[in-house]
Nanobody, 123 residues
Framework: QVQLVESGGDVVQVGGSLRLSCAAS????????MGWFRQAPGKEREFVAV????????YYADPVKGRFTVSRDNAKNTVYLQMNSLKPEDTAVYYC????????????????WGQGTQVTVSS
């Protein structure tokens, strides 16, 4: 079992920045690819970014490419999502997830999920 706890969500103005954290604990917490997803009201959960086990590979969804950066510190079992130039359409609950076997953008490839943290971008 891997437990994931997100933090860092807040209300921020358009153009602002925010850094989300995802603390992992449990069995082999640092041995998983880690993804970030988000879900806005009335919409399906969508992929945001993924980082490989070692942090050597990352992949982003087109809407966030160039604005968001995913990173990890395996010594701290923590994954981060740095979000810059935030837009109103970034408003959502953000979830981190751990994938034991895959490095992918599909939610089905992830085995463990956090409870989410709310990000609201106000204009």
């Amino acid at each position: 079992q891997v437990q994931l706890v997100e933090s860092g969500g807040d209300v921020v103005q358009v153009g602002g920045s925010l850094r989300l954290s995802c603390a992992a604990s449990g069995r082999a917490a640092s041995s998983n690819a880690m993804g970030w997803f988000r879900q806005a009201p009335g919409k399906e959960r969508e992929f945001v970014a993924v980082i490989s086990r070692t942090g050597g590979s990352t992949y982003y969804a087109d809407p966030v490419k160039g604005r968001f950066t995913v990173s990890r510190d395996n010594a701290k079992n923590t994954v981060y999502l740095q979000m810059n130039s935030l837009k109103p359409e970034d408003t959502a609950v953000y979830y981190c997830a751990a994938a034991m076997y895959y490095y992918c953008s599909e939610p089905e490839g992830y085995d463990y999920w956090g409870q989410g943290t709310q990000v609201t971008v106000s204009s």
